[in-house]
């Protein structure tokens, strides 16, 4: 089951190294932080940029967190398993298969291809295929649109970067 861990933003890739560090392989699967790919220019040509995908956020793969939380009560940096109540909760089925559908075998979520015409989107190829119903705004200047949805039972939105043809 997929649990999120919350962390100071900027550092996902430092916190979920050091908890996958302490943490036996008996007790966990998998530690990562999906990524999503940003197209920047960089002395006049386009370049591929990692970004965290949900900033502040980082996933965890075990059967049981309370091993996990014990451990990560001793280590320095802040960090915090998301709950419901008095409950640690994994995420949903329905979030879990929609991250697994938008990112890769490395957790990134790549460049979509895009076609505009008359002012209709259309996703032709890529992870936001037959998703355009979640994109809510186009920057055709930077090469992505704001994808909106529902995760976490809270609205989320991060950018994507496409590649119009």
Same mark, same amino acid.
């Given at each position: 089951?997929?649990?999120?861990?919350?962390?100071?933003?900027?550092?996902?890739?430092?916190?979920?190294?050091?908890?996958?560090?302490?943490?036996?392989?008996?007790?966990? @699967?998998?530690?990562?932080?999906?990524?999503?790919?940003?197209?920047?220019?960089?002395?006049?040509?386009?370049?591929?940029?990692?970004?965290?995908?949900?900033?502040?956020?980082?996933?965890?793969?075990?059967?049981?967190?309370?091993?996990?939380?014990?451990?990560?009560?001793?280590?320095?940096?802040?960090?915090?398993?998301?709950?419901?109540?008095?409950?640690?909760?994994?995420?949903? @089925?329905?979030?879990?298969?929609?991250?697994? @559908?938008?990112?890769?075998?490395?957790?990134?979520?790549?460049?979509?291809?895009?076609?505009?015409?008359?002012?209709?989107?259309?996703?032709?190829?890529?992870?936001?295929?037959? #998703?355009?119903?979640?994109?809510?705004?186009?920057?055709?200047?930077?090469?992505?649109?704001?994808?909106?949805?529902? #995760?976490?039972?809270?609205?989320?939105?991060?950018?994507?970067?496409?590649?119009?043809?």
């Amino acid at each position: 089951m997929w649990y999120v861990i919350w962390t100071e933003t900027g550092k996902e890739d430092d916190a979920a190294k050091e908890l996958a560090e302490h943490l036996s392989p008996e007790i966990y @699967r998998g530690c990562w932080v999906p990524k999503r790919v940003e197209r920047q220019k960089r002395h006049g040509a386009l370049v591929n940029v990692e970004k965290a995908l949900f900033p502040g956020y980082f996933f965890l793969d075990c059967d049981d967190p309370l091993p996990v939380i014990t451990i990560m009560h001793r280590l320095e940096r802040f960090r915090l398993l998301l709950k419901s109540g008095d409950c640690y909760q994994p995420i949903s @089925r329905e979030d879990e298969q929609l991250i697994r @559908r938008l990112t890769d075998r490395n957790g990134k979520l790549n460049v979509s291809l895009i076609r505009v015409n008359e002012g209709q989107l259309r996703v032709v190829d890529g992870p936001l295929k037959n #998703l355009e119903q979640y994109i809510t705004k186009l920057n055709l200047h930077k090469r992505k649109v704001l994808v909106e949805m529902e #995760l976490f039972d809270q609205k989320h939105s991060f950018w994507a970067a496409v590649e119009i043809i």
